[in-house]
């Protein structure tokens, strides 16, 4: 069983900072991708920020030069620093690894989401 558990979700004001981290549980598989996707209410689930195994990173337009995603490949654990927040970043941020190989075939994995609410 492999699980994403997040955490570092919280209440910031406008231009605070947080860290969200995911780690990947269980045994015997393989991470390449790992990713940050956000939904607003009401909204679609959009792509925040990806990373590969080898470090190369993606990010929406929305928050580049204001967030940072980063992973620590022996800990399975992808990093999203989030600086000079917005009341519009406000959203459930899911953890996602498109590509995490288990049991013999490459799955799509979701984390459960952690709210992230910016005050204005």
């Known amino acids: 069983q492999v699980q994403l558990v997040e955490s570092g979700g919280g209440l910031v004001q406008a231009g605070g900072s947080l860290r969200l981290s995911c780690a990947a549980s269980g045994s015997a598989f393989s991470i390449n991708t790992m990713g940050w996707y956000r939904q607003a209410p009401g909204k679609q689930r959009d792509l925040v920020a990806v990373i590969t195994r080898g470090g190369i990173t993606n990010y929406a337009d929305t928050v580049k030069g204001r967030f940072t995603i980063s992973r620590d490949n022996a800990k399975k654990t992808v990093y999203l620093q989030m600086n000079s927040l917005k009341p519009e970043d406000t959203a459930v941020y899911y953890c996602?690894?498109?590509?995490?190989?288990?049991?013999?075939?490459?799955?799509?994995?979701w984390g459960q989401g952690t709210q992230v609410t910016v005050s204005s």
């Open positions: 996602n690894a498109p590509d995490l190989f288990y049991s013999g075939s490459y799955k799509n994995y």
